[in-house]
């Protein structure tokens, strides 16, 4: 049977309050325990006295028998002078899964594809109005040459128009 030195929920929805107690590792956090050793209320000020409440002496005891702290247990008798608290380093926990990495992945493409369209159209947008310049100037240069055509070209004076010949009244 392995003992372990751990915290048990107690209170309402969203206001916690452990215990801390001497259980069988096998048992579900909020059964059986052998013993209380002590108390944890997170609801209170992390500078109040009253947040952590420990048995000093049942923790020896216990922890002489060889019950073994969980992390936040570890680090509340840490604090008491109990036990050597050493911070866990876990640095694969903070790497993101693999369906995670696949969608980062997804969006940094999407993202890559979205660039390049977009200067894909900025470089069409430009092609464009290179394109309606250039078809502006040769506009501007037919209509020129059309104009110097006019005034080059020999000018012939319309005939005038005659005046309609009077008709012959009829006699009554």
């Not at 002590?38 to 952590?52: A, C, F, Q, T, W």
């Not at 899964?97 to 900025?122: S, T, V």
Request: charged share 40%; glycine share 6%.
């Amino acid at each position: 049977m392995a003992l372990k030195l751990r915290l048990a929920r107690h209170g309402a929805k969203k206001r916690p309050y452990y215990r801390v107690v001497v259980a069988d590792s096998r048992s579900p956090r909020d059964g059986r325990f052998i013993d209380i050793v002590g108390k944890y209320n997170p609801m209170l000020p992390k500078d109040s006295e009253e947040r952590v409440i420990l048995d000093v002496e049942k923790c020896k005891e216990w922890l002489g028998k060889g019950a073994r702290p969980t992390e936040r247990v570890a680090r509340f008798l840490g604090a008491a002078g109990l036990w050597e608290w050493k911070a866990g380093n876990n640095p694969i926990k903070g790497k993101p899964g693999a369906k995670a990495e696949q969608m980062i992945k997804d969006k940094a493409e999407k993202a890559e594809a979205r660039k390049a369209a977009e200067a894909e159209a900025k470089e069409a947008a430009k092609e464009a109005a290179k394109a309606a310049e250039e078809a502006a100037k040769e506009a501007e240069a037919a209509e020129k040459a059309a104009a110097e055509e006019a005034k080059n070209a020999p000018s012939e004076e319309a005939p005038a128009e005659e005046a309609p010949a009077e008709e012959p009244k009829a006699e009554e």
